[in-house]
């Protein structure tokens, strides 16, 4: 790989994400850890939303949907650990599970089913279409996860603690920091080789030119629900790491401000960039806690840098630093 | 069950239907014209509604009230035409998602400031308040009834005003060809702040209607805003006439749904659980009608550009 | 989130004590921007209020904004508890919020006292030594309701409440001890603003009278609307719809209204007029029910601080429990799962001049105890 200024930047990125908890650690600071643990779930969730977005042109507003599916997998799982009671006992008995290694396979294998059917059924339209039905469905699901009282409801689930890993102790805050970073750091590894992929190739040319595509007998369908598909089940995993960092999973974690706020990380860093999610979600951390000790309206502070990036600096912060070169790969 | 409340559950489905059309009108008419999404649109709805609260406080004028509604809202549209919507005409769908986003961060803090947390009063005025009786011995009240008028009246009004008159004619043009009628010498930035303030007015028009019977908050316009959505997309986005069809369906279902579905479910479940559980799926039903016609008509019922 | 620290200091001068005496902190977690935000104002201004009365040196304050969001909130106590170590945690308005953060403070050996919210399990199978309740549990209000319709004579009500888990408890608190019939029983969207489809049900349904639970923006539409509609059944509910920040909104539709409250600016004792004048000079307008839990929350830690300090647990736990402060309720007591034994009453909303406000008018239920404190095995 060349060392363009952008992957230099992407290291100093990755490496400064690492090193910033590591001396918190020193300094007997848990909670920025977890603020840099939040920045890489939330990057993680980002990492997803780009794989459809950057890669496939597909402007999903209903990501969140994929988001509380991840946290009420680990929700609906922990609770029944808890508190002894079989989620089901046909055809056999399963108590629940506080083993975060099979949370992840739920939360993956739900949102990525959920991910299946809204994509089959969105994709059938494009355009405004999809960003209008996408964010219906994830309305729905929201609407729902309130009206749950089985789980909850509105006041949402709560874990007394947090779910257990084989060989660590999650409920200390650079053990569990750990966890979400490698994961994201094995997205970010997944995420460019599956853009380098005839796959990924594939996709980008459909987002391109969809005639050219079909001349040489690939359906464009296929290839972005494909896609759809494969970043629901990331984001579906990124809300099933937050939801632990929460001990907490709500109806609010499917909102359709949450699909917002992954676009924002997303659009932050700079679209269509691998790392743009990661730059994008620890400046929106620095920024709620730094702007957020300033004012309480710093939302508005928010909205303008957000104005400006996407009227004035399409790049995002990426490419603010590292110029106007074509990233992906 | 007795007919009459069939009857006025129908009226108050119509009354809802007339106030997503007001919002959606707005909405589809700015995608059709200058092909642009605008999550923005309900934060004009806000601030329709707490004009019409700050000057109903003032003067304890309701007419006057309705009057800064509309002004402040297209004013507020035009602004924002001027200074953020109109660089946003050729970029692609996902700039304008984010740069409308931005403003309902703007939008709702800067509320929030100027005017604290705390809901704001608007009241009925006293000649339209209390019930009205109608033929068949319906109990209504008058000022919801007004508000389905006001509908009808603007949607009379719309349709004329794009069927019969010259700027209809530009905007017609406009979602036919944009780059002809630039070639026909019109001034198509005049024409675009004036469709963006004409949308704003109507959200803003909806916004103190409403306001006066619920309460005026931050935050307000965005639940509509989604029902507005969802209005445009069934009946495809860029028609006023789909606009007007979707609102109505989507009223009707909305209301009927959450009356109905409960007392459906209470045939094979107990009350209580029938309540909840009906009251459950009523809430993502019009979700629900939307998926089943996108299904049959990917571009929504009236659909043509998308 | 804006962090304001306060230094209670006494102007006076410092007592000799003071030295020795090891610091109290106190972090506060409540809602001050946002939809509800009035109530998280009420119970700081209340609170800080008790504080500044007492003026001793050595207690400390942190308040942070939670946005009435739980992720925030459980990071706020998070930081709270492993950086700023506070040794008491307060000031959670809403019950989902309560849920997320109290059982893991108190897993954490913080304690935890609730200014307003009351989940059940909190009360019954998750009740913890270090959790008190000094507002209520949440079923408290809506069974006073219920008991008062008996009383009033209503044999036919018709019910509702949004569809989440606080309105299912409402309406299960008021049919505890309501014994009439229903006419009608619904769950209502969250957040819904428009109730013409519930109004004409009313109407429809042959009801003698109307009991709700709608908080916030909810119930100000509700009532415009109800009032609009000619239908003129009498209306009850908890004081919630019908409290000091948000009864001007609601205007002249919320007159006559009658609901259920453990406090009231006209209860008589020193206390509580101490508090009503003080909180009216200081902030310029009339205290709510809230501002009033904040104020007995603060004074229940002075209390307690009198008589041990935080750091010896056991004691200081057992200074709590005994409650031996000047409630602005009159009476006030801990039951076993440290919850509030207290009268509830029944008011009326009136209009003082220009301001809308509430009286008392009855007793609804003396020395009430919640129904989940069998379950709690403390």
Redesign the interface.
């Known amino acids: 790989m060349m060392l363009t200024r952008e992957s230099l930047l992407n290291w100093a990125m990755i490496a400064a994400l690492l090193i910033v908890p590591l001396a918190a650690w020193s300094l007997d ?3 920025i850890i ?1 603020l840099a643990t ?1 920045a890489a779930i939330l990057a993680l969730a980002g990492v997803g939303l780009n794989i459809a ?1 950057g890669l496939g042109g597909l ?1 999903s ?1 209903g990501h969140a949907a994929f988001f509380g599916i991840g946290g009420y997998a680990m929700g609906i799982l922990a609770a029944h650990a808890q508190n002894y009671d079989p989620l089901f006992e046909w055809p056999f008995l399963f108590e629940g599970s506080n083993q975060m290694p099979l949370i992840w396979l739920v939360a993956v294998v739900f949102s990525a089913l959920a991910a299946l059917v809204i994509g089959a ?1 969105s994709l ?6 999809f ?3 996408t ?3 994830g ?2 699901l929201y ?2 996860a ?4 089985a789980y ?5 689930l ?1 874990i ?2 947090r779910n257990e890993f084989p060989g660590l102790n999650t409920l200390d ?1 650079i053990q569990f920091f750990t966890i979400a970073y490698v994961i994201l750091c094995l997205a970010l590894v997944f995420a460019s080789r599956l853009a380098r992929s005839p796959f990924g190739l594939a996709l980008a040319a459909a987002r391109q030119n969809e005639d050219r595509v079909q001349a040489v007998g690939l359906t464009p369908f296929t290839l972005r629900l494909t896609a759809f598909v494969i970043s629901g089940a990331i984001t579906g995993l990124a809300g099933a790491l ?1 939801a632990d960092l ?3 999973v ?1 109806p ?1 974690m499917l909102s ?1 401000h949450t699909s ?1 706020e992954i ?2 990380f997303v ?1 932050l860093g700079g ?1 269509g960039r691998l790392y743009g999610p990661v730059a994008g979600a620890a400046l929106y951390i620095l920024l ?2 730094l702007l ?2 300033i ?6 502070f ?3 840098l ?2 400006l990036i ?2 004035f600096a ?1 790049g995002g912060l990426i490419g603010a630093i590292a110029g106007r070169e074509k990233a992906h790969g | 069950m007795t007919y009459i409340l069939v009857l006025e559950q129908i009226l108050n489905g119509l009354q809802l239907g007339m106030m997503l059309f007001l919002m959606a009108a707005g909405l589809t008419l700015v995608f059709g014209v200058m092909g642009l999404i605008n999550l923005a649109h309900g934060s004009l709805y806000m601030v329709g509604a707490f004009a019409a609260a700050a000057v109903a406080g003032w003067t304890g004028s309701f007419l006057l009230a309705l009057i800064a509604s509309l002004a402040a809202a297209a004013a507020a549209g035009a602004l924002m035409e001027l200074v953020v919507i109109r660089r946003l005409y050729r970029r692609d769908h996902l700039d304008q998602v984010l740069a409308t986003f931005a403003l309902i961060l703007i939008f709702s803090e800067g509320t929030r400031w100027l005017f604290g947390s705390f809901p704001l009063f608007l009241d009925v005025p006293s000649y339209l308040s209390g019930p009205v009786s109608l033929p068949g011995g319906i109990q209504y009240p008058l000022y919801r009834l007004t508000i389905i008028l006001i509908g009808l009246a603007v949607a009379a009004g719309l349709f004329l005003l794009i069927a019969r008159t010259r700027i209809g004619i530009q905007i017609r043009a406009g979602e036919a060809d944009r780059e002809m009628i630039a070639a026909l010498g019109v001034d198509i930035s005049k024409l675009y702040t004036v469709v963006f303030a004409l949308g704003a007015a109507l959200a803003g028009l909806a916004g103190a209607l409403v306001g006066a019977i619920q309460s005026v908050q931050v935050g307000m316009g965005e639940p509509v805003l989604i029902l507005a959505f969802v209005v445009i997309v069934i009946g495809g986005i860029g028609s006023i006439k789909g606009a007007l069809a979707g609102a109505l369906l989507v009223g009707m279902t909305d209301t009927l749904g959450g009356v109905f579905l409960p007392q459906l479910f209470a045939v094979f479940m107990d009350p209580a659980s029938a309540a909840s559980a009906g009251a459950s799926l009523a809430s993502m039903l019009i979700y629900i009608l939307m998926a089943a016609i996108l299904l049959v008509r990917p571009s929504g019922l009236y659909g043509g550009n998308a | 989130m804006k962090t304001i620290r306060m230094l209670a200091m006494a102007a006076a001068v410092p007592a000799l004590a003071a030295a020795a005496q090891a610091d109290t902190k106190i972090g506060m977690i409540t809602t001050l921007s946002g939809g509800g935000a009035g109530l998280g104002v009420d119970v700081r201004d209340g609170f800080m209020l008790a504080i500044e009365q007492d003026g001793r040196e050595g207690v400390e304050v942190v308040i942070e904004d939670d946005q009435r969001k739980p992720d925030v909130a459980v990071q706020i106590a998070d930081r709270m508890i492993q950086s700023e170590k506070v040794d008491i945690l307060t000031g959670i308005i809403w019950s989902n919020l309560a849920m997320a953060v109290v059982p893991a403070a108190t897993a954490q050996n913080v304690f935890y006292l609730s200014p307003n919210a009351g989940p059940s399990a909190l009360a019954g199978k998750r009740c913890h030594p270090n959790y008190f309740n000094v507002a209520w549990q949440n079923d408290n209000l809506h069974e006073a309701a219920g008991a008062y319709a008996n009383e009033a004579g209503l044999k036919n009500s018709f019910i509702l409440a949004p569809n989440y888990p606080a309105g299912q408890d409402a309406l299960t608190g008021y049919k505890r001890m309501y014994q009439g019939e229903l006419a009608g029983e619904i769950y209502t969207k969250l957040g819904q603003t428009d109730y013409a489809a519930e109004i004409a049900q009313i109407r429809a349904s042959g009801a003698d009278s109307v009991y709700f639970f709608l908080p916030g923006g909810m119930g100000i539409s509700f009532l415009k609307q109800y009032a609009g509609s000619g239908v003129d059944l009498p209306v009850v509910g908890p004081a919630f719809s019908f409290d000091q920040g948000i009864l001007q909104a609601v205007g002249d539709a919320a007159l006559g209204v009658k609901n259920t409250s453990q406090w009231n600016k006209d209860i008589d004792n020193e206390a509580n007029a101490e508090f009503v004048a003080s909180f009216q000079a200081k902030y310029g307008r009339l205290p709510s029910l809230y501002a009033s839990q904040g104020f007995d929350t603060a004074n229940l830690i002075l209390s307690a601080l009198d008589k041990a300090e935080v750091s010896d647990q056991d004691s200081f736990r057992a200074a709590l429990k005994a409650a031996e402060f000047a409630s602005v309720r009159g009476d006030f007591k801990f039951g076993d799962n440290h919850h509030p034994i207290q009268d509830i009453y029944v008011r009326e909303v009136i209009k003082e001049g220009d301001v809308f406000t509430n009286k008392i008018i009855a007793t609804g239920l003396s020395d009430h105890a919640d129904a989940y404190a069998g379950e709690c095995k403390m």
């Open positions: 600071e848990p909670f977890t939040k977005l402007i507003l059924l059938r339209t494009s355009g405004v279409y960003i209008m039905i964010l219906a469905f309305q729905m609407y729902f309130i009206s749950w009282s909850g409801g509105e006041d949402g709560s007394w603690v805050p937050f929460n001990r907490f709500s609010t359709w917002g676009m924002i659009i679209v709620e806690h957020g000790g004012s309480d309206y710093w939302q508005i928010l909205g303008v957000l104005l996407v009227l399409r």
